[in-house]
């Protein structure tokens, strides 16, 4: 894939670094987190997921090594980039040499605070109000939530939608929130909480929408290293395991399901760099891009991971094997970040426009 027109050579140097400093940590899921921040800021590769000029085929080479290595390196590399986006993109010069330093060095921990319990697909529904730089309402869902040091947050005021940032000290954590794929989740309440203001008002909107167009196709990226992870895996078990007098990976049926997760990975691969090719080189929003790198990586990497299972018999439902966890770490990348269905609602509201156009 390497070889392909989309990289260059600082990608394929990238490529071979990431490989050769894959992150560790133990201890209790909190513990790991942080353990896992350190050891990437350690290594170099937080200075990739932070700063004015993200580039989006780095982020999701990184991503897509980190996952098939494991979900929870993956996870705090992508949200110290999240957490920190809003500023990255649209922050003073003053909050950037505050908090980007930091969240590079591992030093603090970000995370990014969109979701309401009444407000997810339907963002613009959300009723967290901002009012004089304070903020009431109830952010959920709120990945890091709980061991972050500072929040990005989305409020309603009077000139719209705007951003804020939020030093973790000032947020009660409500609830922390067990979730199949156990990362950092939480339910924050803002109670008149001083908040400071990130970009104009009334530009939350845009600055969330440029964020995530940024990191959508990372998701992607995550995908594909976990459908790799799969497939890996697989490889190695059909050809050890022997049935009706032969090794597993001769029968036919089998080898249809490998042609199948190799297809999906290929896919996957060409529209999740095709879109971060096109956001690097050409600049401004890959909506439709982004948006179909998303919703055909993770479902696709869903089906590979599926099969994966299946192949492994009952072995692939032992809790802890690698293709139980892929099944169950999987799952949450077609929700977050804009679900699927509302992935096909963008991707045919792009295709729509274009042929008005
Ligand atoms: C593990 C995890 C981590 C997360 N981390 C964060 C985070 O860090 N920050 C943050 O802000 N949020 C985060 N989220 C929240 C996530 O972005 C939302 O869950 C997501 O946007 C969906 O919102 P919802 O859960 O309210 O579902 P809903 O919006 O209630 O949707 C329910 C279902 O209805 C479908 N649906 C919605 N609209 C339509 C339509 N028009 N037509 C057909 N079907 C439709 C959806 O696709 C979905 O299947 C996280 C979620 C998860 C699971």
Redesign the pocket.
């Known amino acids: 894939m390497l070889e392909w027109p989309f990289f260059e050579d600082r990608h394929r140097e990238f490529a071979a670094f990431a490989r050769e400093h894959l992150p560790e940590a133990d201890g209790d899921l909190d513990e790991r987190c942080r353990g896992l921040v350190r050891a990437l800021a350690r290594d170099g590769w937080l200075q990739h997921a932070v700063g004015e000029s993200l580039d989006v085929r780095t982020l999701c080479l990184a991503r897509e090594t980190l996952a098939r290595h494991d979900g929870l390196a993956d996870f705090a590399f992508a949200?110290q980039g999240?957490g920190s986006g809003p500023i990255s993109l649209f922050g003073s010069e003053d909050q950037r040499a505050r908090y980007l330093p930091a969240v590079r060095s591992g030093d603090k921990i970000a995370?990014?605070?969109?979701?309401e319990?009444d407000?997810?697909?339907?963002?613009a529904a959300m009723t967290t109000r901002a009012s004089g730089g304070r903020l009431t309402g109830t952010?959920?869902?709120?990945?890091?939530?709980g061991i972050a040091d500072f929040y990005t947050v989305f409020a309603r005021e009077d000139a719209g939608i705007s951003a804020f940032v939020v030093e973790a000290s000032e947020v009660e954590i409500a609830e922390r929130i067990d979730?199949i794929?156990p990362?950092p989740?939480a339910r924050l309440v803002f109670d008149d909480t001083p908040a400071e203001p990130l970009g104009p008002p009334g530009a939350g909107m845009k600055i969330a929408l440029s964020t995530l167009d940024v990191f959508r196709s990372t998701v992607g990226a995550a995908a594909l290293g976990f459908a790799r992870r799969a497939l890996d895996e697989t490889l190695v078990r059909v050809r050890e395991r022997r049935l009706f007098g032969g090794p597993m990976a001769e029968l036919p049926l089998v080898q249809a399901k490998l042609a199948e997760m190799a297809l999906g990975i290929d896919a996957s691969a060409l529209l999740v760099y095709r879109s971060a090719w096109a956001k690097d080189t050409r600049g401004g929003r890959v909506t439709r891009e982004a948006a179909m790198a998303k919703l055909y990586a993770t479902e696709a990497a869903q089906r590979t991971i599926d099969a994966a299972v299946q192949l492994h018999g009952a072995l692939g439902v032992v809790s802890g094997h690698p293709v139980e966890e892929l099944y169950r770490e999987i799952r949450?990348l077609r929700?977050?970040?804009?679900?699927?269905?509302?992935q096909k609602?963008v991707i045919a509201g792009q295709t729509m426009a274009a042929a008005e156009a």
């Open positions: 949200m999240l995370a990014f605070a969109l979701s319990p407000a997810g697909s339907d963002v952010k959920t869902w709120i990945s890091n939530g979730v794929a990362h989740l949450a929700i977050y970040e804009g679900t699927s269905e509302i609602l």
